[in-house]
């Protein structure tokens, strides 16, 4: 059974920076497109980043120059770095696979921005 568990959020000002983990069982990161996807309040989850397989990396125009999305191989861990950080990047921030195939999602990290 596939296994997708997110921390690293947390409260941080405006500017700041924080970088998230994903931590997978059931699947094998360095063979399968991943992304972080994120929700923000009475919105709809949206991508955020996401790493192909042969580790070619995308970026929402939002977060464009600001995050770098990455992999551990050996830990099967993915990883998103989000730096320069806005009060409109506060949202729970997940991981799955990219385009998403597992249904199970994790729990999501909260990711609070203040100005």
């Known amino acids: 059974q596939v296994q997708l568990v997110e921390s690293g959020g947390g409260l941080v000002q405006a500017g700041g920076s924080l970088r998230l983990s994903c931590a997978t069982s059931?699947?094998?990161?360095?063979?399968?497109?991943m992304g972080w996807y994120r929700q923000a309040s009475g919105k709809q989850r949206e991508l955020v980043a996401s790493?192909?397989?042969?580790?070619?990396?995308n970026y929402a125009d939002s977060v464009e120059g600001r995050f770098i999305i990455s992999r551990d191989n050996a830990k099967n861990t993915v990883y998103l770095q989000m730096n320069s950080l806005n009060p409109e990047d506060t949202a729970v921030y997940y991981c799955?696979?990219?385009?998403?195939?597992?249904?199970?999602w994790g729990k999501g990290t909260l990711v609070t921005v203040s100005s």
């Open positions: 799955n696979t990219f385009p998403v195939r597992i249904d199970s």
């Open positions: 059931g699947i094998i990161v360095s063979i399968t497109a």
């Open positions: 790493i192909t397989r042969p580790g070619i990396t």
